[in-house]
Structure formats: structure tokens, C-alpha cells
């Protein structure tokens, strides 16, 4: 194993204690569900294997988030269980799958999600399973006819009988209600084969995953660069651009201030951005901060790289349609090269994928002003829930077009006062707004009270 972290999402499959005997400085989490990997912070080198997965108590772990792991440059390895179905899913995408049941998926020799679900108790408790998968009664089956333990035919008829019933009722004791008399000593065998661990092919297939885990081969294949596009290789071969980063940013960054009320670093920048005169300064700094460097990284300034981005050259004007983004200062007063820089400042999201927020965020924090904001939020959601029985939120659209009449000044649009802010169009505008709503019409009675006094 290489130095890097490892984390393994594990349990029922196998336990804490079975990852920690292979691999004793590996992180173990509980089954994955949505959210649980964008929650964390990836770096390359690390490696995440996904055992188990929930399918039912939670919503099952989304298949961006695993992509947005491997674009983080961590390796996404799948076994045994959820991990061998989102590994033959993702396969193309960099996500890599080890072992017989990601074999079976992978083939299409097998293919629901019931496969590998089973019920089990509680963690506390170790996982006890009350059901059998069904990916391991196949498993047992054929293993049982080529040792000749299990006849053929009985181990397609419990098969069978198995797979007709819902993966919540495959208690041993329904399975055999649903067969006949002359296979029960075959399941019978199968149950003892199966609870001992012989057959169990998908504790099978995870100990091997992290064996070839802890024995480096997922970090050295991926050092060497082999198999980009081999099926389970594990090396991604696909950009992804802007997945899920908003929504892992404000999982990573999620906190509880008070009882039952949370809010991610992304609530206290939208409190910046709505409520603070002077953000739209710090946007725009810090936005053609990035831009010189992108330019710079190939040579440029930023008017020339702008230049070459919109396809102008330097005695072509901005199109028309283009003026919506300045204010009509701004058109009057600046000069070509400097209408282009701001242009790409205030249309980010057209043309570049990279995440601006971490750097405005950066600059929030040091601003000194960071607890201001944080207190915005806490008291908007205070005044959200003294409102709740009286104010209903409206839509995000009319959320936005309320707001923007604190910003619309003569000489400037709607568009240029939402980029000016970072938002792009009503819809991220009203999103944001929401949250704030109710303190903003507080806000506008308290003024109103105050100015008629």
C-alpha cells in the first residue's frame, strides 16, 4: 500500500475489525449513502474503496459523486457489494471494480440492485444479516454442483425461487417455504456453506480487494498509468468538468451552529453577496486575480487571453448584445481592454469551468468580517421560523425579481447586477434569496419604520 489515506465504506459485507486485519491504518465508515463521499476532502493518492452502500434507509450514493472523487485525483475502487455495482456502472469513468460479483455485473450476467441487498441489524450490533444476497446463492449454486454438494437442478430451482421473492423477504426460512421438499437439504447446505464464509462470495471478493489493495497493486497500476480505459482500471479517461461542486462544497463545509440549525460556508457567502455593499469589489478582484492566472499560464495578459476567448481581436468592438454586462459608466469610461477583462469576470460561467467560489472564499475569511455574515444567516433563520405561520416564500424566480429591486440603480441592468455578484441568471439569484427572505422583509419594515419616524 502506498503512503496515501485509505478509506473503506464497509458493513455487512464485512466488518470494521476485517478491514482493520488488512489493512490496520485504513479510515472504515459505515455503508455509503448519498452525500457520505462529497463530505469528504480528496486528494490524489487516496484511495476509497466502497464495500457496502445503502440502498434502502438512505438514498444510495450517487454516481457523480463517486466521478467527483476521481476528478479530485483520488481512486475509486468497487467490490462485493454497492462498490462492485457502481464500479461495472462507472468502469469507462475511471472507477475501478475488483472481483467475482463486479465480474458478474460487468458481463451482464447479473443485474439489480436486489442481487447483493440484503436486511441486516444495526452496526451496533455488527450487522446481523437476516437475509441471504442473492448474488451468493448463485455463487453457492454453482460452486455446489462443480464440488457436487449441490445438485444442478436443485440449485437452479432455489435460485430461482430465491430471486422471485423480494430481497427483504430472502430469509432463509421464506426461501425454503417457496421450494419443494426435494431441495431443501440442497439449501440447507448452501446456508451452512454460505454462513461460514466458504460461499459467501461477496465477503470473498471484498477481503480480496483490499488484499490487492494493501498490497499496492491499485496504486502501482495507477503510477505505472496502466489500463486507462481498461474495464476496472481505474484511471480516469473522461474530464469532468463542474460536477457537483457546489453541492460538495457545501457538504465539506457544513456545520451545526445551533440545535437543529446548520449552514455551510456557501450560506455565509450568499449572506455576503446579497447583504454587503462592498462584495461586488472583492468579486471582481478576485475573479481577475484568476483570470491572470490562466493567462498567464500560457503566456498572456488577461485583455489578450479575454480577446481570444470571445474570438475579437484588438480593433474589433464588443458585440451589442454584449452590453447588458456593463452599466452605462462602465461602457462610457472604460477603455476596450478593460470592458474585455471585466466582460470575462462577469460571465465565469460561460467560459470556465473552475470553481471560483474557494478563492472568494479565502479572501471572505480574511476580510475580518466573516462572523458579520454568519450572524446575517443565524438571524435570517431565526426570523424564517418567528415568520413561518404568516410569510410564505415565493417562488425562486419571484424571490429574485423582489430582491433585485435593492440593486436596480439607473444606468445598470438586472444581468450586470447579478454578475456583479456572482449569480448568473433568476434562478441562482432566487435560490440564494430564499433562505433570506423573511429576513429581508423584516428588514425593509424595520427601515420603512424608521424613516416614518
Given at each position: 500500500m502506498s503512503g496515501s489515506r485509505v478509506v473503506v465504506y464497509a458493513g455487512p459485507t464485512i466488518s470494521a475489525a476485517d478491514v482493520r486485519a488488512v489493512l490496520p491504518e485504513a479510515e472504515v465508515r459505515p455503508p455509503a449513502g448519498r452525500g457520505d463521499l462529497l463530505a469528504d476532502q480528496w486528494a490524489p493518492g487516496d484511495v476509497v474503496v466502497v464495500i457496502d452502500g445503502y440502498f434502502r434507509e438512505r438514498r444510495s450514493v450517487g454516481h457523480k459523486e463517486i466521478l467527483q472523487v476521481l476528478t479530485e485525483g483520488a481512486q475509486v475502487v468497487g467490490a462485493a457489494s454497492m462498490g462492485a455495482l457502481r464500479a461495472a456502472e462507472l468502469v469507462p469513468c475511471g472507477m475501478r471494480g475488483l472481483g467475482t460479483v463486479y465480474g458478474m455485473y460487468a458481463a451482464g450476467e447479473i443485474d439489480g440492485d436486489d442481487e447483493v441487498g440484503v436486511l441486516h441489524g444495526p452496526a451496533?450490533?455488527?450487522?446481523?444479516?437476516?437475509?441471504?444476497?442473492?448474488?451468493?446463492?448463485?455463487?453457492?449454486?454453482?460452486?455446489?454442483?462443480?464440488?457436487?454438494?449441490?445438485?444442478?437442478?436443485?440449485?437452479?430451482r432455489i435460485v430461482a425461487a430465491a430471486a422471485?421473492?423480494?430481497?427483504?423477504?430472502?430469509?432463509?426460512k421464506d426461501i425454503e417455504r417457496a421450494l419443494d421438499d426435494q431441495d431443501h437439504d440442497a439449501l440447507r447446505t448452501l446456508e451452512e456453506m454460505i454462513g461460514s464464509g466458504v460461499w459467501d462470495v461477496k465477503r470473498l471478493d471484498a477481503m480480496a480487494a483490499l488484499r490487492e489493495v494493501a498490497g499496492g497493486a491499485v496504486a502501482g497500476r495507477e503510477a505505472a498509468g496502466q489500463g486507462s480505459v481498461e474495464p476496472g482500471s481505474g484511471k480516469a479517461d473522461v474530464t469532468f468538468t463542474g460536477i457537483s461542486r457546489g453541492q460538495s462544497l457545501a457538504r465539506r463545509t457544513r456545520r451545526e451552529y445551533a440545535p437543529g440549525r446548520w449552514m455551510s460556508d456557501l450560506d455565509v457567502l450568499d449572506a455576503a453577496r446579497l447583504f454587503d455593499e462592498d462584495y461586488p469589489a472583492v468579486h471582481e478582484d478576485v475573479l481577475t486575480g484568476l483570470l491572470g492566472e490562466f493567462a498567464g499560464a500560457g503566456g498572456m495578459t488577461a485583455e489578450a487571453y479575454g480577446m481570444s476567448k470571445l474570438g475579437l481581436d484588438d480593433r474589433s468592438p464588443l458585440?451589442?448584445?454584449?452590453?447588458?454586462?456593463?452599466?452605462?459608466?462602465?461602457?462610457?469610461?472604460?477603455?476596450?481592454?478593460?470592458?474585455?477583462?471585466?466582460?470575462?469576470?462577469?460571465?465565469?460561467?460561460?467560459?470556465?469551468?473552475?470553481?471560483?467560489?474557494?478563492?472568494?472564499?479565502?479572501?471572505?475569511?480574511?476580510?475580518?468580517?466573516?462572523?458579520d455574515w454568519c450572524d446575517i444567516v443565524a438571524r435570517a433563520d431565526e426570523v424564517a421560523e418567528e415568520a413561518r405561520p404568516r410569510l410564505v416564500v415565493p417562488p425562486p424566480a419571484m424571490c429574485a425579481k423582489l430582491f433585485l429591486r435593492h440593486w436596480q440603480r439607473r444606468g445598470t441592468s438586472p444581468d450586470a447586477e447579478m454578475a456583479r455578484r456572482g449569480f448568473s441568471g433568476l434562478d441562482g439569484l432566487g435560490g440564494a434569496v430564499r433562505r433570506f427572505f423573511a429576513y429581508d422583509v423584516r428588514r425593509g419594515r424595520e427601515r420603512g419604520s424608521a424613516a416614518a419616524r
Open positions: 451496533e450490533m455488527g450487522y446481523p444479516a437476516q437475509t441471504v444476497a442473492l448474488v451468493n446463492l448463485r455463487y453457492g449454486c454453482k460452486e455446489g454442483a462443480e464440488t457436487e454438494l449441490v445438485e444442478a437442478a436443485s440449485g437452479r422471485a421473492l423480494p430481497f427483504t423477504h430472502r430469509g432463509w458585440p451589442d448584445p454584449l452590453a447588458r454586462w456593463f452599466t452605462e459608466r462602465e461602457r462610457a469610461e472604460l477603455a476596450a481592454a478593460d470592458r474585455t477583462r471585466l466582460l470575462m469576470v462577469r460571465v465565469w460561467p460561460v467560459w470556465q469551468s473552475a470553481d471560483w467560489r474557494p478563492a472568494v472564499l479565502a479572501r471572505l475569511r480574511e476580510s475580518g468580517r466573516w462572523a
